[in-house]
Every structure is written in structure tokens, then in C-alpha cells.
């Protein structure tokens, strides 16, 4: 049963400039958006009481709060469903915190990335320092006990000081889980038309990441590659789905879903997808395809992957299979044996990428 689902609300009152995401600032299509997307859920959603919901963009904040509540009464929730909303501190005001709250809303994510005012304005966000402080400060008197801050590493001219003291000022915040992300200059954004100067390196962002992994571990429990908490009840139960390949739908512009071997991408063009918000075009993955995106995404997890259940899923002998690259990354010492399966290690993470490309079977 599909019991996690995704929104995606595009828009956006300014693109950032490293955002690759589908959004922009087209508020005058909201409306139709709006219908589009109910008729969509309208027609896949099975009525089943659901275990996750994601309102992410895009700028959910920018919606007014009884769209947003509009969007919530076409599910079946209950105490259970996490229901997570991303927001931008520019938008975050307490009267809107507390209708959230009210209509179910139980988690946020809030889009901090910095500090620094002039880092936030070279990398376009529209928020200052203290518009990040008056949201946290609303947050917690609406009454959330649970929310995210993101962060970003690799941005020009940030050396490792410089992001050292950002850790140590979301530290002092206590938010109950950080997310944090290199920054990867994408095509379709600004700063790929543009780029940035004096972006640290490759082997910079390492040294950041393992910074952040040190300072953090100290007060957090390290569960995903980018992701902290303070305790297992503030884990991500929506993205924890991801990452085991759960199936999920995913609503609206751009969004994607996976329903046991198959996958699929909405429509990233607006005026495509209004008018037909129930077109869906599904990849059939094979069972080769799907054994090594539980390897790629497994592997995120800092616990690993489990081979038995791999194994019962799939009818095979994952171990046997990739025999010859379990035990190369095991000699190197870039993964470990658990008593499950394999996991990286701390210095595997730092070249996952090219790790996990050794597991594609061509």
C-alpha cells in the first residue's frame, strides 16, 4: 500500500540563483495550478490513510493558508502523518505558523543556507539573518516541536572558518535537524550561466563536509549522508521512505513518483500540465535497475544496506552478485562489514559517487 506522498508547489516570489529545482515566479497561475493539481490527486489517490506528506517547491509559504488546507483535506491523515511544509523565513510569520499547525502541519523545513546577509544576497535568497531568527523564534511559538534548517557548503569565497562558524551558530539554535548540501552548480540556473568565482574545490568541499560531520555528531545522530538529528522521533519518516525505496506518489508540476518497479516524472511545463494533470509517461525499471538503486540509495544511509532483505526482495544473492566490488571497497577501507550487509565509511562517503558507479552493470 502507497502511503507517502509528495506536492510540489512551483512558485516562487525570486528564483535563487543556484536552485534547480521547477519553480518560478508565475503567482498568476496559481489558480489553475491549484484545480490542476486537485484534479490529479483526485484521480490516483486510493483514499488509504497516508504515513507521509511532503509540500515542497518552490515556495509552499507563498500559497495562502486555506490552499494549503485545501491541499491537506484531500488526504486521509491522522496523529501519526507527518506532515511537512517547506518554508522561507521571508515568509514565515506566526499567524500563518499557527493556522498550519491547526489544519495538521507537524513538521517544517526552513530554507536558512546562512547567516551571513551578504552570502545570502550573492546566492539570491531574499531573507537576512534576522528574518531566519524571527521565523525560529515563530516556529517554536506556534508550537513546533519538530523542524529542519538547511544549510549550503562550497559557496564562493566561503573557506572552511567561514563555514565552521555557520555550523556553530545553527549548533547554538538547537534545531531538532539540519540538512546540509555541497553546492553543484546544475544546468538551468544562474550561476551556471554565471558562474561564481573563487568556489572552493572538489577537495574543499571534502575538508567542509567532514567538518560538519565532526562538529555535528557531537550533539546529533547522523543517520543520512547530509542529514542530523537529535534524536530517532526527528528522522525524516518521509525521505527515511526514499531512501528504501519505498513507493510513493508524487503531485504536481515536475513531480516524480515510484510505484514498485515503476517510475515516473510529471510534465515540467506549466501550461502542459494544466491542462492535463493525469498524464503520467512510466519507465519500467528492471530488476537489475532496481537492485542497484537499493545499493545507490541504501548506501546513503549511514547504517548501510541489509543484504537479507535485498536478498528475500529480489530472489538473489546480493553479495554473490557484486562479490568482486564488496570486497575491493572493503580492502580499501572506503566500506565496512556490519552485521547485515555493508556500509561506507567515512572516507567512502567522501567519494561515493565514484564507488557507486561501480556497481552499474552494464
Given at each position: 500500500?502507497?502511503?507517502?506522498?509528495?506536492?510540489?508547489?512551483?512558485?516562487?516570489?525570486?528564483?535563487?540563483?543556484?536552485?534547480?529545482?521547477?519553480?518560478?515566479?508565475?503567482?498568476?497561475?496559481?489558480?489553475?495550478?491549484?484545480?490542476?493539481?486537485?484534479?490529479?490527486?483526485?484521480?490516483?489517490?486510493?483514499?488509504?490513510?497516508?504515513?507521509?506528506?511532503?509540500?515542497?517547491?518552490?515556495?509552499?509559504?507563498?500559497?495562502?493558508?486555506?490552499?494549503?488546507?485545501?491541499?491537506?483535506?484531500?488526504?486521509?491523515?491522522?496523529?501519526?502523518?507527518?506532515?511537512?511544509?517547506?518554508?522561507?523565513?521571508?515568509?514565515?510569520?506566526?499567524?500563518?505558523?499557527?493556522?498550519?499547525?491547526?489544519?495538521?502541519?507537524?513538521?517544517?523545513?526552513?530554507?536558512?543556507?546562512?547567516?551571513?546577509?551578504?552570502?545570502?544576497?550573492?546566492?539570491?535568497?531574499?531573507?537576512?539573518?534576522?528574518?531566519?531568527?524571527?521565523?525560529?523564534?515563530?516556529?517554536?511559538?506556534?508550537?513546533?516541536?519538530?523542524?529542519?534548517?538547511?544549510?549550503?557548503?562550497?559557496?564562493?569565497?566561503?573557506?572552511?572558518?567561514?563555514?565552521?562558524?555557520?555550523?556553530?551558530?545553527?549548533?547554538?539554535?538547537?534545531?531538532?535537524?539540519?540538512?546540509?548540501?555541497?553546492?553543484?552548480?546544475?544546468?538551468?540556473?544562474?550561476?551556471?550561466?554565471?558562474?561564481?568565482?573563487?568556489?572552493?574545490?572538489?577537495?574543499?568541499?571534502?575538508?567542509?563536509?567532514?567538518?560538519?560531520?565532526?562538529?555535528?555528531?557531537?550533539?546529533?545522530?547522523?543517520?543520512?549522508?547530509?542529514?542530523?538529528?537529535?534524536?530517532?522521533?526527528?528522522?525524516?519518516?518521509?525521505?527515511?521512505?526514499?531512501?528504501?525505496?519505498?513507493?510513493?506518489?508524487?503531485?504536481?508540476?515536475?513531480?516524480?513518483?515510484?510505484?514498485?518497479?515503476?517510475?515516473?516524472?510529471?510534465?515540467?511545463?506549466?501550461?502542459?500540465?494544466?491542462?492535463?494533470?493525469?498524464?503520467?509517461?512510466?519507465?519500467?525499471?528492471?530488476?537489475?535497475?532496481?537492485?542497484?538503486?537499493?545499493?545507490?540509495?541504501?548506501?546513503?544511509?549511514?547504517?548501510?544496506?541489509?543484504?537479507?532483505?535485498?536478498?528475500?526482495?529480489?530472489?538473489?544473492?546480493?553479495?554473490?552478485k557484486y562479490e568482486k566490488e564488496f570486497l575491493k571497497y572493503i580492502d580499501l577501507k572506503l566500506m565496512k562489514k556490519t552485521k547485515f550487509g555493508v556500509k561506507l565509511t567515512q572516507k567512502g562517503i567522501l567519494i561515493s559517487n565514484n564507488i557507486l558507479c561501480d556497481f552499474i552493470k552494464v
Amino acid at each position: 500500500m502507497i502511503n507517502c506522498y509528495y506536492i510540489h508547489i512551483p512558485f516562487c516570489e525570486k528564483k535563487c540563483k543556484y536552485c534547480a529545482f521547477c519553480s518560478f515566479e508565475l503567482l498568476k497561475f496559481k489558480k489553475d495550478y491549484l484545480e490542476a493539481l486537485k484534479k490529479e490527486i483526485s484521480f490516483y489517490y486510493n483514499k488509504n490513510p497516508i504515513k507521509t506528506l511532503y509540500i515542497g517547491g518552490g515556495t509552499p509559504s507563498l500559497l495562502e493558508e486555506d490552499e494549503i488546507k485545501d491541499i491537506i483535506s484531500n488526504f486521509k491523515i491522522n496523529k501519526n502523518t507527518e506532515i511537512t511544509i517547506e518554508l522561507n523565513p521571508k515568509s514565515t510569520d506566526y499567524k500563518k505558523l499557527k493556522k498550519y499547525k491547526n489544519i495538521g502541519i507537524n513538521r517544517i523545513s526552513l530554507g536558512v543556507q546562512n547567516f551571513d546577509d551578504k552570502v545570502l544576497s550573492e546566492i539570491g535568497r531574499l531573507h537576512t539573518k534576522k528574518d531566519i531568527y524571527e521565523a525560529l523564534e515563530n516556529i517554536k511559538k506556534a508550537g513546533f516541536d519538530n523542524f529542519s534548517i538547511d544549510l549550503i557548503y562550497g559557496l564562493a569565497n566561503q573557506t572552511k572558518q567561514d563555514w565552521e562558524r555557520t555550523l556553530d551558530e545553527a549548533i547554538s539554535i538547537n534545531p531538532p535537524h539540519i540538512s546540509l548540501y555541497g553546492l553543484k552548480i546544475e544546468e538551468g540556473t544562474y550561476f551556471y550561466k554565471h558562474p561564481p568565482k573563487n568556489l572552493p574545490d572538489e577537495d574543499m568541499q571534502a575538508i567542509m563536509y567532514e567538518s560538519a560531520v565532526r562538529k555535528l555528531k557531537k550533539y546529533y545522530k547522523h543517520y543520512e549522508f547530509s542529514n542530523f538529528a537529535k534524536e530517532k522521533k526527528y528522522f525524516s519518516k518521509h525521505n527515511i521512505n526514499y531512501w528504501h525505496l519505498g513507493s510513493y506518489w508524487g503531485f504536481g508540476l515536475s513531480a516524480s513518483g515510484y510505484i514498485e518497479n515503476k517510475r515516473y516524472t510529471n510534465t515540467a511545463n506549466l501550461k502542459k500540465y494544466i491542462n492535463n494533470p493525469l498524464e503520467k509517461n512510466y519507465e519500467i525499471l528492471s530488476k537489475q535497475q532496481q537492485t542497484e538503486e537499493e545499493i545507490f540509495i541504501g548506501l546513503r544511509l549511514l547504517k548501510g544496506i541489509n543484504f537479507n532483505k535485498i536478498n528475500k526482495k529480489y530472489n538473489i544473492d546480493i553479495f554473490k552478485k557484486y562479490e568482486k566490488e564488496f570486497l575491493k571497497y572493503i580492502d580499501l577501507k572506503l566500506m565496512k562489514k556490519t552485521k547485515f550487509g555493508v556500509k561506507l565509511t567515512q572516507k567512502g562517503i567522501l567519494i561515493s559517487n565514484n564507488i557507486l558507479c561501480d556497481f552499474i552493470k552494464v
